[in-house]
């Protein structure tokens, strides 16, 4: 992978969210490594954020008595998302999000927060045919959307 390359690709992609409704581009496909040092370059690139959701939303969540987390795992979101002033905000490891004890769509709720801040998040699965997979079709959280199914841009690598 061309790294500064993709980059320049991608800021493209996050000039086009910017004008929407929906400031929100999803990075999908290749692997986990490659989508991770993409958002970490992007990040510096445009003096953004960089935030690892799984670590910051567990560190949260543990203070969280388990029958409260689904009522709150929204708020705790929200409140990683506001420690970061950026002007682009990258989401890493998003795992925890798909995790089906909470009860919550991911999707929902990234979406939602991109109405208040411009995100570039890593979509934790695979991409195959213009779809997004998260886990198999057996798995408790197994989850697949369509591009046009995101109201959001999807940028694949």
Not at 76 to 91: H, K
Not at 94 to 103: A, G
Request: glycine share 6%.
């Amino acid at each position: 992978m061309n790294l500064p390359e993709k980059v320049t690709e991608l800021q493209a992609d996050v000039a086009r969210a910017s004008g929407e409704h929906y400031r929100l581009v999803w990075v999908a496909g290749g692997t986990a490594s490659e989508r991770s040092a993409l958002l970490r370059a992007l990040a510096e690139a445009e003096d953004g954020a960089f935030i690892e959701v799984g670590k910051k939303l567990s560190t949260a969540l543990i203070e969280v008595p388990a029958p409260l987390r689904t009522a709150s795992v929204e708020d705790c979101f929200a409140a990683c998302l506001g420690e970061s002033p950026s002007v682009v905000t990258c989401l890493d490891h998003l795992e925890i999000l798909f995790e089906s004890s909470l009860r919550i769509n991911p999707v929902t709720l990234v979406t939602g927060a991109s109405r208040h801040a411009l995100l570039v998040a890593a979509w934790p699965g695979m991409a195959h045919a213009g779809r997004l997979i998260f886990g198999s079709p057996d798995h408790p959280a197994y989850m697949e959307r369509s591009k046009q199914d995101l109201e959001a841009i999807v940028h694949f690598l």
